[in-house]
């Protein structure tokens, strides 16, 4: 009798594990983890998914046969803190004064820690938080991950740092938390391990995560994992202008930069999977602008810092299992701003109600569906540049000169269809205009973001001195 007692009681007890157990996937399944990575200027050719031709980036690639690419995916900007301010409060950056920085280099000015951000309402709702890489929202003491939602942080807080010394013009800019810290190895190296290390940790906790991973790579210097020597020779250039017009690089150096990113993305993926995460947690990579120096864009045309489709069009793969159907793509327009949106859905919260996001939720369209037609704008000061996108038309202005382009049937921009389509180029400056009416004017005194203008003169004729 006590043994079958003893039977019944072990029965009991491991079918309540089992029930837990379900219930703790079910949870876990309602409220997805959430793995999110960002490249910084990486192009948008730039995965051989994408279409590089000169090498290869298998993991990422993987993401992509795993899940669903967008082909018409934007970011808010043309450069970086502009659209990692849309990223992290889910609204067009030109509505907080730190997005009219293009990017924050000098001024005194950030991400207002009273800001609802994504990192805030995830762990208001219960989620561990995590910065791994690059901040550029803002210095010390006013301004910081750990001030604006994040619980965890490791990585720089500037636009760039030297890929070995991890310093910006003499300055070291490494942290953990807001402690200064010192480690030696090649950056990206060093995020990956600090990313794998930090999915272990959250593997251990009973509640889902938010880990966003923001590499370094392929942005200025042009270091690969074997240039410490170039570290070396660059360690006395005393500014950022010396470090980036000085630093010639290669398309060596440059694919060199790449395949270790994708390196690092294959380890952080993979140890989510050894973990046995992968099917509660949603995996996101993308990049923060367009393409720099090296990038690939085609078919595109334009680079960094200009509103040609090449300087904000932008590669974006989802893995979500359950939600986007392996190997698929998308030609949803989709914008950085609606990460936040759709990452708070998913988690089973609300943004704030005094903040109300300009991204929309886009779980449609990651499931395949259509998403609701809307018009998304742009601008940038340097050259009067202006744009919007409404289904395939793109309205462009550049220091008054303007264009109307179908951009599905002509990527490089090269047909202006202004006299043709009167009314069309009518109606999308119209929309520009009372977009930007509610917009936070240009602060004619915000940062540079180094803006040169040479595929401006190519393309258009435009002098950079203009």
């Known amino acids: 009798m006590a043994e079958q007692v003893s039977r019944r009681t ?49 993991n990422i690639d993987r993401l ?29 950056q030109d509505r907080l004064a730190a997005g009219l920085e293009e990017p924050i280099v000098s001024r005194d000015v950030g991400i207002p820690p009273a800001q609802p951000t994504l990192p805030s309402l995830l762990r208001d709702a219960g989620y561990e938080t995590a910065l791994v890489g690059k901040w550029h929202l803002g210095k010390l003491p006013k301004y910081g991950p750990l001030q604006s939602g994040y619980q965890h942080f490791w990585g720089y807080r500037g636009g ?5 010394s991890h ?4 300055h070291p800019d490494l942290w953990d938390g807001d402690t200064p810290i010192e480690q ?27 880990l ?83 990038a690939d864009t085609w078919p595109l045309t334009g680079r960094k810092t200009e509103l040609l ?51 929309i939720d886009i779980t449609p369209a990651i499931r395949g569906a259509a998403l609701p037609l809307r018009t998304l704008c742009w601008r940038y000061k340097y050259h009067a540049q202006r744009a919007c996108r ?25 047909a202006n269809l202004k006299a043709r389509q009167p009314n069309r180029f009518a109606d999308l400056e119209r929309q520009w205009m009372q977009w930007n009416s509610t917009m936070l004017p240009i602060d004619p005194k915000s940062d540079s973001g180094g803006f040169d203008g040479s595929e401006l003169a190519d393309h258009f004729g435009v002098r950079p001195e203009d």
Not at 71 to 89: E, G
Not at 337 to 358: E, H, I, K, L, Q
């Open 10 to 58: 072990v029965l009991a007890g491991t079918m309540a594990m089992a029930a837990a157990s379900s219930l703790r996937a079910a949870a876990a399944a309602a409220r997805p983890n959430i793995l999110f990575i960002m490249a910084d200027d990486l192009g948008y050719a730039d995965l051989s998914c994408y279409g590089r031709r000169d090498f290869e980036t298998p």
């Open 64 to 92: 992509a046969a795993q899940g669903m690419r967008f082909t018409q995916a934007y970011a808010n900007s043309a450069v970086c803190s502009a659209t990692r301010t849309a990223l992290i409060t889910g609204r067009y």
């Open 160 to 164: 760039a740092v030297d890929y070995f």
């Open 167 to 170: 310093s910006f013009a003499g």
């Open 184 to 210: 030696a190895g090649y950056l990206t190296d060093l995020l990956g391990d600090r990313a794998v290390r930090l999915l272990g940790d959250f593997s251990r906790l009973n509640r889902p995560f938010l």
């Open 212 to 294: 966003s991973l923001h590499f370094s790579a392929p942005h200025w210097p042009w270091e690969g994992p074997s240039d410490a020597a170039e570290s070396t020779r660059l360690a006395g250039a005393r500014t950022g202008e010396q470090m980036h017009d000085f630093d010639g690089g290669s398309q060596r150096t440059y694919a060199a930069m790449v395949m270790r990113l994708d390196q690092q993305v294959g380890r952080v993926v993979a140890e989510l999977d050894r973990l046995g995460l992968a099917d509660s947690t949603i995996v996101v990579f993308t990049s923060d602008n367009g393409g720099e120096r090296f």
């Open 309 to 359: 489709e090449g300087g904000i069009r932008v590669p974006a793969i989802v893995r979500w299992p359950g939600m986007a159907h392996p190997g698929s793509t998308s030609d949803a327009q989709i914008m950085s701003m609606d990460w936040m949106p759709t990452f708070v859905a998913a988690a089973g919260t609300n943004p704030a109600s005094a903040y109300p996001p300009d991204g």
């Open 390 to 414: 409404r289904g395939p038309w793109k309205y462009l202005q550049i220091n008054g000169n303007s264009f109307l382009f179908n951009v599905e049937e002509d990527s490089l921009e090269r």
